[in-house]
């Protein structure tokens, strides 16, 4: 069973990333999504757009968040896999509903979106090995 193990413990892929490399790699992360999602909710403040364009950026800053402690905190990696698919989702709606908008947006969480990628490729794998 997957859950209340952690994170060091869990059984992982070979190609799983050195855990020193997440800080790093999530430092640049916030940076782009800390400017880009600064100026979507500041244009939408401005009336340029509906908040059904906003909608996926506000939840995908709170699925963002609640990884951590879901997978460190709680330790169970099926919540941990369901909140990075949430994560992936909400994010792949944010960048299609805003390139219309701010197709800079877009572009400039290209880096987020791969990382996003790689990490639910990881969990998934993760969850899967330690069933």
């Known amino acids: 069973m997957t859950s209340f193990i952690s994170y060091q413990a869990l059984v992982k892929p070979s190609w799983a990333p050195p855990s020193w490399i997440f800080g790093p790699v ?7 999504i800390a400017y880009s999602f600064t100026s ?3 244009k939408y403040l401005k009336g340029e757009f509906s908040f059904m364009v906003l909608l996926p950026f506000i939840l995908n800053l709170i699925f963002n968040f609640a990884f951590t402690p879901i997978q460190f905190g709680l330790k169970n990696n099926l919540f941990a896999w369901i909140d990075i698919m949430l994560v ?3 994010l792949i709606w944010a960048l299609v509903v805003i390139y219309p908008h701010m197709s800079w947006v877009t572009w400039i969480n290209i880096p987020y979106l791969s990382w996003v990628i790689f990490a639910t490729i990881l969990q998934t794998t993760i969850t899967i090995i330690n069933r």
Do not use: E, K, P
């Open 88 to 90: 992936l989702i909400s």
């Open 40 to 42: 979507v909710f500041l």
């Open 26 to 32: 999530w430092t640049v992360l916030y940076i782009l």
